[in-house]
């Protein structure tokens, strides 16, 4: 991930994680523009300096440092990266048309809304009830199946022939999805419910900007197990 050019690979750095689909999100974008960054590995339960001093109000991954100036949270990072690096040929992650960004905007929220806290109690890393959490990601994906239909026009991608915002933004939790499935016992992507969804993240995951930052299943799997641990460990420390 390091770039040619020491210049460069100063110049655009990710505070991140391997395993954040928010962060994942970024590195998509980064790749998808050609543009050459720096990855900082934050360690769970360790916050470094850099990363409280570049996002002081949050404290959280990701922080994309452009030049040295922070600008957090991966949805306004990829808008960002768009208009920043929109010339030289690079794909534009936003459609053009403003009717379909605000489309792309609200699926893309609702995706965060839905999908991200119900992912994190099938996963037990946050208290809930997992009937209703499964319910609400099969309802969510339901409805992203009748979006892509709308929003693809029969292309490959949300954004049409090529990868887009609300793309980055559902496909970001492909991995973390597919964990559920091992973790939970639940089938998430069921081909015979989502066919377009499943083709969809098929190709997806094999676009060169993707397969080499979505991180391994098993790998997941692990890490979900790790992170549990050390929250416990936290929880305990704090009630002593």
Request: glycine share 8%; charged share 25%.
């Amino acid at each position: 991930m390091a770039s040619s050019g020491d210049e460069q690979a100063a110049a655009v750095r990710v505070i991140g994680g391997w395993a954040s689909h928010y962060a994942i999100r970024v590195y998509v974008a980064l790749r998808l523009k050609g543009v050459e960054y720096e990855f900082l590995q934050e360690v769970v339960g360790n916050k470094s300096e850099l990363l409280l001093r570049s996002n002081p109000v949050h404290k959280k991954i990701p922080v994309l440092l452009h030049r040295g100036k922070p600008v957090a949270e991966s949805m306004i990072i990829l808008q960002y990266i768009d208009e920043v690096w929109a010339s030289d040929g690079a794909p534009a992650i936003l459609p053009a048309d403003p009717y379909a960004r605000a489309v792309e905007r609200f699926w893309a929220q609702y995706v965060d809304d839905k999908i991200a806290p119900a992912s994190v109690v099938l996963r037990g890393v946050t208290n809930g009830d997992k009937d209703e959490a499964a319910a609400q990601v099969s309802t969510a994906l339901q409805h992203l199946e009748e979006a892509f239909v709308k929003c693809s026009q029969g292309r490959s991608y949300f954004g049409g022939d090529i990868i887009g915002f609300l793309d980055i933004v559902l496909g970001s939790h492909l991995g973390w999805l597919k964990a559920v499935e091992k973790i939970a016992g639940v089938k998430v992507l069921d081909e015979s419910k989502l066919p377009e969804l499943t083709a969809w993240a098929e190709r997806f995951y094999a676009h060169h900007a993707v397969r080499d930052v979505m991180p391994e299943t098993d790998r997941l799997v692990q890490f979900n197990t790790y992170l549990i641990g050390v929250l416990k460990a936290k929880a305990s420390s704090n009630n002593k």
